[in-house]
């Protein structure tokens, strides 16, 4: 079974920083590109950022470009969202999810993914 678990989601206080972990099971990670998703109440689902399976291309939603980083470690089948400076408007169910092969196109596309997270919580509040 091809599965996706996010973690390192919690509460933490403007200003402050989280790196969410994305982990896989079932399949490996390495030909997949992974995308990071959030939605906070009320809101639509949007894409904040993905890194492709080949050389390490990296995307970001205009709103988190230089604070968020994306990282993979396909020995550990993980990748990684570090979110510094985070503000009340960061606050959000995160989602990852997986495709291959990549449409760079579609990076920001939900539905494009195969392989979808159950999400973990992010609380940006003091």
């Known amino acids: 079974q091809l599965q996706l678990v996010e973690s390192g989601g919690g509460l933490v206080q403007p200003g402050g920083s989280l790196r969410l972990s994305c982990e896989a099971s079932?399949?490996?990670?390495?030909?997949?590109?992974i995308g990071w998703f959030r939605q906070a109440p009320g809101k639509e689902r949007e894409g904040v950022s993905c890194?492709?399976?080949?050389?390490?291309?990296?995307y970001y939603a205009d709103s988190v470009k230089g604070r968020f980083t994306i990282s993979r470690d396909n020995a550990k089948n993980t990748v990684y969202l570090r979110m510094n400076s985070l503000t009340p408007e960061d606050t959000a169910v995160y989602y990852c999810?997986?495709?291959?092969?990549?449409?760079?196109?579609?990076?920001?596309?939900?539905?494009?993914?195969?392989?979808r997270g159950q999400g973990t919580q992010v609380t940006v509040s003091s």
């Open positions: 079932g399949f490996s990670l390495d030909l997949y590109a």
């Open positions: 890194i492709a399976s080949s050389v390490g291309i990296t």
């Open positions: 999810a997986a495709v291959f092969p990549l449409l760079a196109r579609k990076w920001a596309d939900y539905d494009a993914y195969d392989v």
